[in-house]
C-alpha cells in the first residue's frame, strides 16, 4: 500500500508560513499539525507539555527523550493518513519516507517587519528592534535544527520546494498543493 502524502513545512519567523501552511491544510481538506505535537508528544511519553515545548528551544542531551517522541509521534501522523506538519524538524524525521513534499517559506525582512507588527500581540517598537527580535527567532530555529538533523536549516537543497511569502499566502498555498498533486501523479 501506498503512503499517506504529506507535507512538511518549515519556516523563517513572521513570513507568514503557519497561515501557508493552514491554507495548504484547508485547500486539501487534510491535517495540519503544529503545536498540537507538543501534546500528542506529551500523552506519549508521559512528560508534561512544558518538557516538551521547553525541549524545543535548548540543545540538550538531557531532552533527548522528548525529541524522540516528537519524532515517533510524527512518524504516527504520517502513517495514519495524509496530513501538514508544520516546523519541528518534520522533514528531517521523514527523510527516509516517499512520498514528503518538504519546503520552506521565507521572506524579505521588511515584509517580515510589517507581518510581525500586525499581529494582535505585537509590541510597539521601532524596526531596528523588530530586525533583532526576527534574527533571534531565526537563529534559535536554525541552532536547533542544525544541532539535531544532518542538515542546515533554510538551505535549498535540503526541501523540495522553496516559496517566497511575498508571492502572496493563496499562491504559495497554491503552489505547494499543485507540487503535492504534481508527486502523487509522479508516483502512479
Request: glycine content about 6%; some cysteine; charged content about 25%.
Amino acid at each position: 500500500m501506498k503512503e499517506p502524502m504529506v507535507i512538511t513545512m518549515a519556516r523563517e519567523y513572521a513570513s507568514g508560513g503557519s497561515e501557508i501552511a493552514q491554507a495548504v491544510a484547508d485547500k486539501l481538506g487534510i491535517p495540519l499539525y503544529n503545536k498540537e505535537l507538543i501534546t500528542l508528544a506529551a500523552k506519549k511519553s508521559g512528560l508534561t507539555e512544558e518538557a516538551i515545548a521547553a525541549s524545543e528551544n535548548q540543545r540538550s542531551g538531557s531532552l533527548i527523550y522528548s525529541l524522540y517522541m516528537m519524532g515517533n509521534t510524527i512518524k504516527e501522523l504520517a502513517a495514519e493518513g495524509p496530513c501538514v506538519i508544520l516546523g519541528r524538524c518534520g522533514d528531517y524525521v521523514l527523510r527516509e519516507r516517499p512520498n514528503v513534499l518538504r519546503t520552506f517559506v521565507y521572506a524579505p525582512l521588511e515584509t517580515r517587519i510589517q507581518f510581525a507588527k500586525s499581529r494582535p500581540d505585537a509590541k510597539d517598537m521601532p524596526d531596528r528592534l523588530w530586525e533583532t527580535q526576527l534574527a533571534k527567532h531565526d537563529r534559535a530555529r536554525a541552532s536547533y535544527y542544525n544541532y539535531y538533523t544532518e542538515n542546515r536549516w533554510g538551505e535549498a537543497k535540503n526541501y523540495d520546494l522553496c516559496l517566497n511569502a511575498t508571492l502572496g499566502r493563496e499562491a504559495c498555498a497554491d503552489l505547494i498543493v499543485a507540487a503535492a498533486r504534481a508527486m502523487q501523479e509522479a508516483d502512479k
